[in-house]
Antibody, heavy 120, light 110 residues
Framework: QVQLQESGPGLVKPSQTLSLTCRVSGDSIDSGYSWTWIRQAAGRGLEWIGRVYTSGSTNYNPSLKSRVTLSVDTSKNQFFLRLNSVTVADSAVYYC?????????????WGQGTKVTVSS | QSVLTQPPSVSAAPGQRVSISCSGSSPNIGSNYVAWYQQLPGTAPKLLIYDNSQRPSGIPDRFSGSKSGTSATLSITGLQTGDEADYYCATWDSSLSAGVFGGGTKLTVL
């Protein structure tokens, strides 16, 4: 079955860049789906970060658009999140997920999430 | 402040029915399909409903969704203690060209 696994540093200093990887296993990343990142600050709700297609096309949350870049490496079956100039407000659990082929906001497979803390 | 508005909490007794509302506006719920997610404590969210009322494989028919105008509703019948979780609505916002979530609703099964 398809599985997603996030990885990346658990601690990032303020003003630095947060970089996360989502590894897709059990199927090709280039099989007609798009891929998304969502985050959740402690005790808070879900926040959609953005979506990336294997073509490289992207959509971003307007509140993060100036700082975020999503990308895909089909040869490695991975997709990526880069968030620049982080602050403590970017501390959260970051999830990667697969976007259903039939609906824009149907995230049918999720990673377990990775906790990122922004602190000096 | 979320684009989609959900009640912070709802509660009901085991075996009862509960409904969770999600209120939006024309460019989001009014123009696009709604999805619902269940997040059990300490776990990743799980897709419950997509395209307003469709259930993914494996989701029991105790869970149902509906949409009318700029609002959507998730209904759960035959409540079980295992249904205690946070529930989120989500949709695309055509004016933002972005996905949006509701603020979440905590369900307590008394």
């Amino acid at each position: 079955q398809v599985q997603l696994q996030e990885s990346g540093p658990g601690l990032v200093k303020p003003s630095q860049t947060l970089s996360l990887t989502c590894r897709v296993s059990g199927d090709s990343i280039d099989s007609g789906y798009s891929w998304t990142w969502i985050r959740q600050a402690a005790g808070r709700g879900l926040e959609w970060i953005g979506r990336v297609y294997t073509s490289g096309s992207t959509n971003y949350n307007p509140s993060l658009k100036s700082r975020v870049t999503l990308s895909v490496d089909t040869s490695k079956n991975q997709f990526f999140l880069r968030l620049n100039s982080v602050t403590v407000a970017d501390s959260a659990v970051y999830y990667c997920a697969r976007v259903s082929a039939v609906t824009l906001m149907g995230f049918d497979i999720w990673g377990q999430g990775t906790k990122v803390t922004v602190s000096s | 402040q979320s684009v989609l508005t959900q009640p912070p909490s709802v509660s009901a007794a085991p075996g009862q029915r509960v409904s969770i509302s999600c209120s939006g506006s024309s460019p989001n719920i009014g123009s696009n399909y709604v999805a619902w997610y269940q997040q059990l404590p300490g776990t990743a969210p799980k897709l419950l409903i997509y395209d307003n009322s469709q259930r993914p494989s494996g989701i029991p028919d105790r869970f149902s969704g509906s949409k009318s105008g700029t609002s959507a509703t998730l209904s759960i019948t035959g409540l079980q203690t295992g249904d205690e979780a946070d529930y989120y609505c989500a949709t695309w916002d055509s004016s933002l060209s972005a996905g949006v979530f509701g603020g979440g609703t905590k369900l307590t099964v008394l």
